[in-house]
């Protein structure tokens, strides 16, 4: 038995959770709505305010599923009580960011500045010229905006310069040596 798969998830209060056919699950909550289909064969049921997902067969492709399925649910209703975020910290002479609007700008050593339109459901703070904080109810969402301004410039392992995680270790290599 899946050790994540069969723990229920507790639904806390002010939170709205409803199952549809072809297992679509609704969650609403203080931070909005989301809404996600799951596997057919997975049994998604709410039971006295918790919700409990089972699986029909020892097969591996469901015992695969199971924890899959149960922590995505709890993703969901961990998105819209307390929402996530990644935080995001730029090293280098000269490398900053700033907000316009929606629009993120970032300099980062080369000839243009790059510009990113933040996505749908997803927020960007700079509380300071070299930090960056994304926000959202929807944790792959947050997750794939922070690795994509993370992508713009990877940090660099000798003078440790890029953009980087604020949990982040970027392991120090050490330069040539002369002779």
Avoid: C
């Amino acid at each position: 038995m899946s050790r994540i798969g069969k723990a229920p998830i507790e639904i806390p209060s002010g939170v709205d959770v409803s199952i549809k056919d072809n297992n679509t699950v609704v969650v609403k909550g203080k931070n909005g709505v989301l809404t996600k289909s799951f596997h057919e064969d997975m049994i998604i049921k709410v039971e006295d305010g918790n919700i409990v997902v089972e699986r029909p067969s020892e097969l591996k492709k469901h015992k695969s599923l199971h924890g899959l399925t149960r922590t995505l649910i709890n993703n969901m209703v961990l998105g819209v009580t307390e929402g996530f975020e990644k935080s995001l910290e730029i090293n280098g002479v000269g490398y900053r960011a700033q907000k316009q609007g929606k629009k993120l700008i970032l300099t980062l050593g080369y000839s243009h500045p790059v510009e990113m339109e933040e996505p749908e459901g997803v927020t960007v703070d700079v509380p300071a010229p070299n930090k960056i904080t994304v926000k959202g109810i929807d944790k792959q969402a947050v997750g794939e905006f922070a690795a994509k301004i993370r992508s713009k410039r990877l940090p660099e392992v000798y003078k440790g310069k890029g953009i980087k995680y604020v949990d982040e270790v970027i392991r120090r290599k050490e330069g040539k040596t002369g002779k």
